[in-house]
């Protein structure tokens, strides 16, 4: 590959290499590459391995080592220790260097797949965080994103079966759907659906790939596998419309009262079971101006202490909102991972993921607010969100 530095004419007749003149500087990019990557591998064993023929010619030829003094054998301690500090301080950089490596990697996928959401998005303060069960991972099966549409702003939050590294690509299926969908489809229902159908294609896609011989469409692709789904669509004039999947209820947040949003039974998750025909949405009220939601996956009220207690994540945002009421999204967030890793004692069992959504005041603003009723008007006309949601009779 050649790369043109903008702005810079070329000359004719002389190419790039020899401008630069003879020597490794003149080669180019996937040869320099290729060349380096033999003289590091070389460079790493050729070192430990000068290292143990120092040693092993001390031993064999050096006068000193063949005496049996005290001197000598101290001497040649210390040899042999000099020796073997450096092999370890050798192995221990390639590992810390490899660990490096990894880590930047785990970096990258993350902003990939749970790309860092903004502070605040069409008059909403946001803040999220995911927690990986698996030591020393970034990323697991949990999965949000806040999405702002022409339709209002479209929320997911989603939990694979299982924890860590092996629910990464449902996940990222389910996101990717999501992202897409959002824009495209007018109806909330209709994002649901896209969703459904990534999940399937990606499961019959793996199914293929761990079993090829059960031939091109197998009959019950995974069939073990599922994901929940809660998916939120927040209008313009504050109104909540809510499809739930087999996921928790997020919390409402109300002056000092905690809440959950909806007490409708959910629709069964995502995978084993298809998508009633009607998809009535659910609706939770209005998000008026000041309110928070918090969003959570099962990990957080399933977290247990030493003593096999449940973590109760109502009365730690009890706690949090009769402390401080304004309840800004960062302060939640860490205030409910700090009491979480104190009642797991640090080590959880499962993946947790948290996200929080308050309506500005400064935002944007209800139509409750926008004819010149007061908060306490507009939030004595929420309506109930006890309806039920149909259900999949199996």
Known sequence: MIRIKAGVPRRAGRTRTDSRGPGRRGLPAWLRTSTRRPLRRAFSLGLPTAWGTAAVSYKLACPLAQQDGFGARAVTSAVFFAVGAGLILHVRHSLLRELRQAREVASAAQSVLLRPLPPRIDGLDVAAAQLSADRGATIGGDLYEVVATEHGVRVVMGDVRGHGLAGIGTAAAVLGSFRE??????????????????????????????????????????????????????????????????????????????????????????????????????????????????????????????????????????????????????AVLGSVFTALLHHTGGTPSDDVALLVLRHDHTGRRTSAARDGDTCGSAARARPATTDPQPTTHL
Do not use: K, M
């Open 181 to 330: 969908a959002v824009h495209d489809e007018a109806r909330l229902d209709g994002v649901l659906r896209r969703l459904e159908r990534a999940l399937a294609r990606h499961l019959r896609e793996r199914a293929r790939a761990e079993h090829p011989s059960v031939g091109p469409e197998p009959d019950n692709p995974v069939a073990e596998e599922f994901v929940t789904v809660l998916l939120l669509e927040i209008g313009r004039d504050g109104t909540v419309h809510a499809f739930n999947c087999g996921h928790p209820w997020p919390y409402l947040l109300s002056g000092t009262h905690v809440e959950p949003l909806a007490r409708a039974d959910p629709l069964p998750p995502l995978g084993p079971f298809p998508l009633p025909s009607e998809l009535p949405p659910t609706h939770s009220g209005r998000l008026l101006p000041g309110e928070t939601l918090v969003l959570h996956t099962d990990g957080a009220e399933d977290a247990r202490d030493g003593r096999g207690r449940f973590f109760s994540l109502p009365e730690v945002l009890s706690e949090i909102v009769r402390d401080n009421p304004v309840a800004v999204p960062q």
